[in-house]
């Protein structure tokens, strides 16, 4: 028998690696969904010493060896593997980029600023944060500065690397300055078109509870969703978690409203069929991972936005939904049910935002974030940034930093580059659904009977089943024959805001 | 700053090995109760992976140093410290006791002995599993003989020692003997009793298990259960698990009756609230751990058999049980619960069995596995040897083996030395009962009130917060004032079946 190869070695440390990971999914969902609020202190420390060992793991010296071995043998591999090391190389970089004391002094900023932020926003008092963010935003350009260093990217993409592998800071300018030249008229076209619509009703409730879970199942097997496989419980903040061939989704339940919290579990259920169709074959290594992202973002949205809301799927909803809660009148029609899903208001919230607006809010703070990291743009300067923003995209200007720059956790959390992987998610399911629907043109009128067959497989092959093998960019110009074009999406809102073919 | 000592090292990697096995118990549990059947593979290489990284914590040359370094310097450590290196080293020797060929050459063959057990005991086919139970038994000798050796323990004791640490065989005979020679009598002259008294009547459901369930979550809070730190769900075979600072029990629910279950809930509780009661300041140390089987069992079966079928509780749980069930009529009764929650019906199958003919089921057990194991007695002997000592016990024979030696998993499980622990738990808890009535004669009255305060604080303080302190034998002597004592048992047997005073 011969000595095992680097690159065995490599799989045989990453296996048990991932297999820390996948434990440290199934804690987390537990902690979200089951835990008495007794058992916060013993998890904690669970899974801080699994989150230790695993970074023991990662970067132990041998690790560094093996890579470097393997690399020089990479000719060896298979593309599949190939494309494993090329991943485990990263996962390596960024877990050896910082030292020990940058990464603590990063949680302990982070965890006092996002504590000060749980003050600050109801307060709607931005200088009560802004010292403790200011702390955040300067360890965070110093690990931004060496990941940078260690990646051979810039500042912001080396941030922007950790949920967008590859991902390209210049590309991302272009397909948004493209949305945002774009956005604010055919917002105002939608918006006086809806004018001459009627106004939707909601149905009113009481909604009980077990009753919006029966529809939730109902649908989530509709979308392709294996309950032998994974399950749905509620918890604070709806969430997909578990592990690939146990998928955990979250949501919770309204009993004044059903239709809102019923988009929710479609959403997640895209992100989990996602999990799911990961390559069975390459479980717990890193290629066998979701792609990154905005990838991710793309199949919630895909299933949400794409198919879940449009006019064919709500004539599937509407019968249903109304036998189910035995309701009745003309608010429970697909037009009304429809017009509810589509209906756009901009506001000064992101997560409340519709389909049309949402892009705007991730443009700002695309922009933003690039300018503070980068210092163009100070923590003072802000909120009148912030303002500014807004008014160029959308036409309004937030009242208040409550309404403004206080209102997401994401950069006093130190999560700095997620932002655009929404929007980058949005496009990217737009372009992949017109593809899979000029593959096979019976997929509309197949979302009208509930059935996502068609439509799954196609996802399957072309997204799920790829795993991390390629980047962002080459997976969809794969799929789709051609890298994201901001004009597909914005094709699609013509369509379904404005009726154009 | 000095080098940690030996002993702190030691209790550094002892934390991290006691965090590993809670998450594994939170595991463990999500597999019974919650997991989906498709999760089942990928939890097994989680449980797999996190157990193999145990082993290796543990089996690490480096605790060996530092086990023997402590030992040489334990005169600097106070007594839980020391109690707490007396446990580090007995687990190191359990665990570094036997080659890895052993370990996987049992696991293999206990994993093919127990599949073949659960064909051959429907099909009442010992034969078919004898071969593959005679691997089992003759790699379980192996192994007890090289932990004979390494702990300086005869044979028999050496397998005990793994689940009743420092438990001696000749005491446990001795006992036994006394038992076996007192038991026939008593349970004749219970026999004729009961056949005075009105047959106990089952109330007629159907009982929904919603019903069940409140009324269990309002016992087990009566009983002392903090639903802050744990939680009740279902599974299909009821067990205690998760950590001590979120204990999860589970149970089944039989909608056709709820009087079994009930106690089955009970007897959890006590498991539960020994776990909970473990001391603060030694989680995830050794010391902090459970002491062995028999006093867990003695907790369970302390609140179960004790005090929660005591004619007391029966007459506090009589009225909520039929306020819950909106029962009626005289079957509701606490006269005739109490008949039903303590029938004796000798019969062959031992967790069917009353408190009064269990025992004889265990000493049996004891008696022909340490036979076995030493070498007294064939598998081609057994069925005939079963025979013999239930006649003797009980004045039956089990018309086959499907109800003889096919009807328990132990040691087709390879779990040799584990069966006495259940009637030394039944002797301890009747020992550690009585003894709590003697230094507060309130609490059988309290337990007419659902009231547990002053036993559950008296057990907290005599037994729960000592952890692994003290062997099990000390530990009863330092809170009852004697070692196990038979008498004491029958006793109790005694005045609950024949009332005696």
Same mark, same amino acid.
């Given at each position: ?23 440290? +999914? ?14 916060? !202190?013993?998890?904690?420390?669970? =899974? ?25 043998? +990479? ?22 980029? =910082? ?13 006092? $600023? ?58 991302? +300018? ?87 919290? =019923? ?37 919630? =949205? ?5 198919? $879940? ?74 909120? *009148? ?6 008014? /160029? ?11 403004? $720059? ?27 659904? /017109?593809?899979? $629907? ?9 979302? *009208? ?49 404005? !009726?154009?073919?």
């Amino acid at each position: 028998m011969t000595d095992p190869t680097a690159y065995v070695r490599l799989e045989t440390r990453f296996a048990r690696l991932g297999t820390l990971h996948e434990a440290m +999914a199934v804690l987390h969902w537990d902690s979200a969904a089951m835990m008495p609020s007794g058992g916060a !202190e013993a998890r904690g420390e669970q =899974l801080a010493q699994l989150s230790l060992m695993a970074h023991e793991l990662l970067t132990d010296p041998a690790v560094a060896d093996w890579l470097e071995q393997a690399e020089a043998e +990479a000719d060896e591999l298979d593309d599949w593997r190939r494309a494993n090391l090329r991943e485990m190389r990263r996962a390596h970089t960024h877990a050896t980029a =910082l030292p020990a004391r940058l990464v603590e002094a990063l949680r302990r900023a982070t965890h006092a $600023c996002e504590g000060l932020w749980r003050e600050a926003r109801p307060a709607n008092d931005f200088a009560r944060v802004k010292p403790a963010l200011q702390k955040v935003l300067d360890l965070s350009r110093e690990a931004g500065e060496l990941k940078s260093a260690a990646l051979g990217k810039s500042l912001y993409d080396a941030l922007l690397d950790q949920y967008e592998p590859d991902g390209s800071s210049a590309r991302i +300018a272009q397909v948004f300055d493209t949305l945002a030249r774009d956005l604010p008229e055919l917002l105002g076209a939608v918006l006086e078109r809806q004018a001459q619509q009627p106004d939707p009703v909601m149905p009113a409730g009481p909604f009980p509870v077990e009753t919006q879970a029966r529809l939730a199942h109902r649908l989530m097997e509709a979308v392709g969703f294996d309950f032998r496989h994974g399950r749905l419980d509620t918890s604070a903040h709806p969430f997909t978690g578990g592990v690939p061939d146990d998928v955990r989704l979250t949501t919770r339940y309204d009993e004044t409203d059903f239709v809102t919290g =019923l988009m929710g579990v479609l959403h997640e259920t895209g992100h989990a069929l996602y999990e799911r169709g990961l390559p069975r074959q390459w479980r717990r290594q890193p290629v066998g991972d979701a792609r990154g992202m905005s990838i991710h973002e793309s199949q919630s =949205l895909l299933i949400e936005m794409q198919a $879940c809301r449009s006019r064919e799927f709500v004539g599937f909803l509407a019968p249903l939904a109304q036998s189910t809660f035995g309701g009745s009148g003309p608010e429970w029609e697909a037009d009304n049910l429809a017009r509810i899903y589509t209906r756009v208001e901009p506001d000064f919230i992101r997560v409340d935002a519709d389909e049309v607006s949402y892009p705007a809010h991730v443009i700002l703070r695309f922009r933003l974030e690039k300018a503070l990291i980068e210092g163009d743009l100070t923590l003072d300067e802000l909120p *009148g940034a912030w303002a500014e923003q807004l008014q /160029a995209l959308l036409g309004i200007a937030p009242p208040d930093d409550r309404r403004g $720059c206080l209102q997401d956790i994401h950069w006093y959390d130190g999560a700095w580059g997620y932002f655009p992987t929404y929007t980058l998610g949005a496009m990217t399911a737009a372009q992949l659904f /017109a593809a899979a $629907c000029d593959a096979h043109p019976e997929i509309p009128a197949q979302l *009208g009977q509930g059935d996502f067959s068609t439509l799954l497989g196609w996802l399957r092959r072309h997204v799920h089943e790829q795993g991390s093998r390629f980047s962002s960019e080459e997976l969809l110009v794969r799929a789709t024959g051609k890298p994201l074009d901001p004009t597909i999406f914005e094709a699609h809102l013509r369509r379904r805001y404005l !009726e154009e073919a």
